[in-house]
């Protein structure tokens, strides 16, 4: 009988079975319990459906009104012909395509669940529900920065940045690449002093949205500013906990805050100027600075050291969470971090729905999954199982047995910038240096 090679999951990066602990040993389940923060932008867009069979790609026509030719407006005597405004409308267009991505657990075997204490059914397809999260909300964020045709640098000012397609095909080549990030922002970014997100440098970064760009608040959107409050005639300011705790140290919060407003034991709370309320993200787009120029590090790591007290945990990257290591040193360390001003109207996400009837309905026999790729994790026995026969030579079995089960699931999600000037990212240096002491 063939034997289950344990190296089947070498290539998974996410999770690592030999950190399960077994019966007989009765150790107690411990879930680490994180925020559920993952959907930041979504809230954020309108939405839109995808039209099925016209084909793979999605046409939006906005249209555009006159423009504003005067400052001021005299008009004609009564007793005069008066003279006209034409009012001509435009159209603009803007093409979305699909993408899509596939999402797998490890496979298990019956034997786990049957006699463990901990059951792999449930946290395995809690798992791909999660990275579906993760990554779609990366995926939004991802199209917004390559598709903005601003970026504000905090003590610098705004620059004009390139638009791509967003796509893994194009990322080196088109759009914000390697050689706009070294060539124009990075240069941008060591001129700017201090170059931290402050208030000053947020008014100064909402100046230039609404009078060099055009960008415009949300308005009747009922989209959320705190609990239950619609984001109306606000901006929304997307940034990390880390850059929001400083504003508790903010000069300009210091100077000009009222008597009665305790920034010591109570810190700062309330929306910016009246103008701007925050939305926190969990992991925000970083930037180290090494040799080889701006790099972006992966947000999380795990601890693979038997001997460390964490063995096993899923933890900050250091080079992703740091913005210098002991010493001072900022080389290959995230010292660059990207904020998002955002206002209404900027992009539409695309709701997809399911596949064409004749390949989403269930097949037969039965033992074949239907086709589904709208985020909906599923439980399936048809994949193909690495073994080793007796003499230990590699061969598969197609799970005839029916002894093993992975989750898996297909994402599919677009966004269509309608105005893509209404989101401005805000590119800063951050800072640890607090002199308010609580």
Not at 20 to 28: D, K
Not at 33 to 48: A, G, I, M, N, Q
Not at 367 to 385: A, D, I
Request: charged share 20%; hydrophobic share 35%; glycine share 8%.
């Amino acid at each position: 009988m063939p034997s289950l090679d344990n190296n089947i999951c070498a290539s998974w990066t996410q999770t690592d079975q030999q950190f399960y602990n077994r019966m007989p040993f009765y150790f107690v389940q411990e879930q680490a319990s994180y925020r559920d923060r993952w959907s930041t932008w979504k809230p954020l867009l309108e939405t839109v459906a995808w039209q099925p069979n016209e084909g793979d790609t999605m046409r939006s026509i906005m249209l555009e009104h006159s423009p504003i030719i005067r400052q001021q407006a005299y008009g004609s005597l009564l007793k005069t012909t008066p003279v006209a405004d034409i009012g001509i409308g435009r159209e603009r267009i803007v093409n979305t395509q699909l993408y899509w991505q596939d999402f797998v657990s490890p496979h298990f075997n019956f034997l786990a669940s049957f006699q463990d204490f901990a059951d792999r059914t449930m946290s395995n397809m809690k798992e791909v529900v999660r990275m579906m999260d993760v990554f779609s909300d990366m995926y939004y964020r991802t199209q917004i920065w390559e598709n903005s045709p601003y970026v504000y640098v905090a003590g610098f000012g705004l620059i004009e940045a390139p638009v791509g397609p967003g796509d893994a095909a194009h990322a080196n080549a088109t759009g914000k690449n390697a050689n706009w990030l070294n060539g124009t922002l990075l240069p941008a970014l060591l001129k700017s002093s201090p170059g931290n997100l402050s208030f000053q440098e947020v008014w100064r970064a909402l100046n230039a949205a609404e009078t060099i760009i055009g960008m415009e608040p949300f308005e009747g959107t009922g989209k959320p500013q705190g609990d239950n409050n619609p984001l109306d005639y606000k901006y929304a300011l997307i940034q990390s906990g880390e850059s929001w705790n400083n504003f508790l140290d903010d000069p300009w919060l210091k100077e000009n805050r009222p008597l009665n407003m305790n920034i010591v034991s109570e810190g700062f709370r309330g929306s910016l100027f009246g103008r701007v309320t925050s939305r926190l993200e969990k992991h925000p787009l970083r930037y180290a600075v090494g040799p080889n120029g701006l790099t972006t590090p992966d947000p999380e790591i795990v601890e693979l050291n038997p001997n460390a007290w964490d063995y096993g945990r899923c933890k900050p990257n250091p080079y992703y969470a740091k913005s210098a290591d002991p010493n001072g040193n900022s080389t290959n360390y995230s010292d660059i971090e990207v904020g998002f001003l955002v206002g209404g109207r900027s992009y539409k996400a695309v709701n997809v729905g399911a596949p064409p009837s004749a390949f989403s309905a269930k097949s037969t026999p039965e033992s074949f999954t239907k086709m589904t790729w709208n985020g909906q994790p599923y439980m399936t026995k048809n994949f193909f199982v690495p073994c080793r026969d007796t003499n230990g030579n590699a061969t598969v079995d197609f799970n005839s047995w029916g002894r093993y089960l992975r989750f898996q699931g297909t994402a599919a999600m677009g966004i269509a910038a309608i105005n893509p000037q209404n989101i401005l990212p805000i590119v800063f240096k951050r800072r640890y240096s607090l002199t308010t002491v609580g």
